[in-house]
């Protein structure tokens, strides 16, 4: 059980057992960065080894993108099972990828073919699936999954959604847990854990009120602070500014490690989606061993998985920042390199024009064509 989340936790059992009995459910899980939400969905991930879990994040550089949540989402082993599909939800859902060529689908029919989809997915097992960073997600796949999940009834599918606040509008109506700073008792616990060697009373007490309890700041603020930094604390930062702190603070942690680690890391936060294949080929391109990232592990940066995650979605952003632009170029290159030209055309240009230096022809008209395909899935 989390530290000072046992109601929350006991809730999201509750739904996992409706779940397990036939029933659908929904949770919104909102709050500010770093207050628990990803925590709260990996605690559900860990208590459903029973059931189907199938998880999706947003990434904010691919909020362009039409329906490229929706494609973590489906990608394995859904997608195979698309022949199961009824034509015009087969077709849909297949324009929406970019599998076929065609007019842009309606979201109808692209909603109809997920709920179709993970319906007869449920009829296995129970399913569970996991949302976070909603903020980052495509309009169009969020417009599919609010569509969705207004339409469970008796499937045994629990839909959880973790979302910063201000909440999004597709979301509203839609049963909530709002995730705020833990109890100053609980606070103090967990800075504890994070500066084993003690913090002086008044000290511990300023930094409890500065980050509001929020247990992702408690944890990862100190590290690495010295003993006059400690003394001054954190300086009250507003909010919406702490989310750039924390990042600030699993950046320099990032840097510690081994080069290789790095690269690795950068690799993988380039990635987005989490395409083992496609970055095991590059890894392989780069040279790099996936044993290089346990460091990263050690650091409690990743979860070797499978499949290779990140702690928490700000550990992504702080890897592909703190590279340098060279080693952001030659990641992309070779995730370009590493995309099947037939089946992910657009991610190939998109890593294309991330890769290249100046103005480029071919990849110019790449980007056109991706664009074009683009236009046809709205």
Known sequence: MLRGRGD?????????????????????????????KTALLDYVAERASDCRVVRASGVESEM???????????????????EQLAPPQRDALRRAFGLMEGPPPQTYLVGLATLTMLSRLAGERPL????DDVQWLDRESLAVLSFVVRRLAAEPIVVFFGVREPNEPELSGLPDL?????????????LEEAVPGGVDEQVRDRIVAETRGNPLALLELPR???????????????????????EQAFARRVQTLPEEAQRYLLLIAADAVGDATAVGRAAEQLGLATSAL??????????LGPPIRFRHP???SAAYRAASPDGRRRVHAALADAADPERDPDRRAWHHAHAVRAPDEDVAAEL??????ARTRR
């Open 8 to 36: 929350e936790c006991r809730r999201l059992e509750r739904l996992l057992d409706s779940a397990r009995g036939g029933t659908s459910a929904v949770l919104v899980i909102r709050g500010e960065a770093g207050v628990g």
């Open 294 to 303: 346990l460091p990263a592990e050690d650091a409690g940066l990743v979860d």
């Open 64 to 82: 362009g993108y039409p329906f490229a949540a929706l494609l973590q989402l489906l990608r394995a082993p859904i997608l195979r099972n698309l």
């Open 224 to 246: 690495g602070m010295t003993p006059a930094e400690f003394a001054g604390g954190f300086g009250l930062p507003p909010a919406n500014e702490l989310a750039g702190r924390i």
């Open 178 to 190: 709002a995730l705020t700073g833990l109890a100053e008792a609980d606070a103090r616990l967990l």
């Open 128 to 131: 569970v699936c996991l949302v």
């Open 368 to 373: 056109e064509r991706s664009a074009s395909r």
């Open 314 to 316: 700000l550990v992504r």
